[in-house]
């Protein structure tokens, strides 16, 4: 039981490339989630998306986009990458309620964009 | 809003030693809260949540809703309690979770 994998775990870009960001659970959740991971900042939400067909904004959606390919899949996409995006990003999983109250990562993936 | 505050982002204890990483939150309704640890070079993971009222790894946390805060505790703290610790909030009936800032817990022998 795999749960929550990302690819990839490391990316280097330069500031005007583009790039998405991969995530699929196994579990049959129907909630996923982005989060950035920066020092001093914790965990900041940049979108979430509670069903297959719908995405909503988080704290820090700007530069960003998402794509709820299905239930499995959940993409992050950045247009054109800036330095102000590197970090570690997380994507997670959840089906609330049903006895289950407890989100799942992934692994996270290091971006450095120079 | 929701919004979750950790006033501490580091926290040095020594082994045998008392801990408690503070967590308040900004939110009107009944919320569900959780603590979640990520050790060095592993994936976030639950540690406890508020509904369960249990210890795990011997840290208990209680919910104050007079104080708005779900600070965890833990009696006589470990090496291996080292970590990035991190309080979460859902709303009640809400899709979205979101995190405080984190606090670096590190354990001195």
Same mark, same amino acid.
């Given at each position: ?5 990302? *690819? @990839? ?6 500031? &005007? ?17 982005? #989060?950035?991971?920066? @020092? =001093? ?6 979108? #979430?998306?509670?069903?297959?067909? *719908? ?5 820090? @959606? ?20 800036? @330095? ?8 997670? %999983? ?21 | ?5 950790? !006033? ?9 030693? +008392? ?7 900004? #939110? %009107?309704?009944? !919320? ?6 990520? #050790? ?14 249990? %210890?795990?790894? =011997? ?15 833990? !009696? ?5 309690? %080292? ?7 859902? =709303? ?9 800032? &984190? ?5 001195? +022998?």
């Amino acid at each position: 039981n795999a749960g929550v994998t990302q *690819t @990839p775990k490391f990316q280097v870009l330069k500031t &005007g490339q583009s790039m998405t960001l991969q995530c699929a659970q196994d579990m049959n959740h129907n909630s996923m989630y982005w #989060y950035r991971q920066d @020092p =001093g900042m914790g965990l900041r939400l940049i979108y #979430y998306s509670a069903s297959e067909g *719908t995405t909503d904004k988080g704290e820090v @959606p700007n530069g960003y986009n998402v794509s709820r390919l299905n239930k499995r899949e959940f993409s992050l996409r950045l247009e054109s990458a800036a @330095p102000s995006q590197t970090s570690v990003y997380f994507c997670a %999983s959840s089906e609330w309620g049903s006895g289950n109250t407890e989100a799942f990562f992934g692994q996270g993936t290091r971006l450095t964009v120079v | 809003a929701q919004r979750v505050t950790q !006033p501490e982002k580091l926290l040095s204890v020594f082994k045998g030693a +008392p801990v408690e990483l503070k967590c308040n939150y900004s #939110y %009107s309704g009944s !919320p569900e809260l959780f603590w979640y640890v990520q #050790y060095s070079r592993q994936r976030l993971q639950l540690l406890l949540r508020h509904i369960s009222r249990e %210890s795990i790894k =011997g840290f208990t946390a209680d919910l104050n809703k007079g104080e708005t805060s779900f600070h965890l505790k833990k !009696p006589f703290a470990q090496e291996e309690d %080292s970590a990035m610790y991190y309080c979460a909030l859902r =709303g009640q009936g809400a899709q979205k979770l979101v995190f405080g800032q &984190g606090t670096r817990l590190t354990i001195n +022998p």
